[in-house]
């Protein structure tokens, strides 16, 4: 089992940039792909990066694209977003989670077998 902790939330203005961190517990983060979800209020919740166990592979929705680079450090159990160039849009509660069974594409969150608790991103216009 996983236990996943996210922080590193808050309130930025437009054009600021957010660090999110994810600490995961147990001896087996290593073997699994994470990506990181966010949830606007009244939408649904969207994968916006992934990365493979191996942390050689990358993926990222268009909507985030050359501002957001997912990057995770097995060593130190930890998972991480570097947010940049942050827009309104991006205001969300952000969510870190882990799989073994997805594609080699974003994962959707049937895929997805354990979620942190969230930390909210507040982006001011």
């Known amino acids: 089992q996983v236990q996943l902790v996210e922080s590193g939330g808050g309130l930025v203005q437009a054009g600021g940039s957010l660090r999110l961190s994810c600490a995961a517990s147990g001896h087996t983060f290593s073997t699994y792909h994470m990506a990181w979800f966010r949830q606007a209020p009244g939408k649904g919740r969207e994968s916006v990066a992934g990365i493979r166990w191996s942390g050689g592979i990358t993926y990222y929705a268009d909507s985030v694209k050359g501002r957001f680079t997912i990057s995770r450090d097995n060593a130190k159990n930890t998972l991480f977003l570097q947010m940049n160039s942050l827009l309104a849009e991006d205001t969300a509660v952000y969510y870190c989670?882990?799989?073994?069974?997805?594609?080699?594409?974003?994962?959707?969150?049937?895929?997805?077998?354990?979620w942190g608790q969230g930390t909210q991103v507040t982006v001011s216009s």
């Open positions: 989670a882990a799989g073994r069974n997805w594609g080699m594409r974003l994962p959707f969150s049937y895929e997805c077998d354990y």
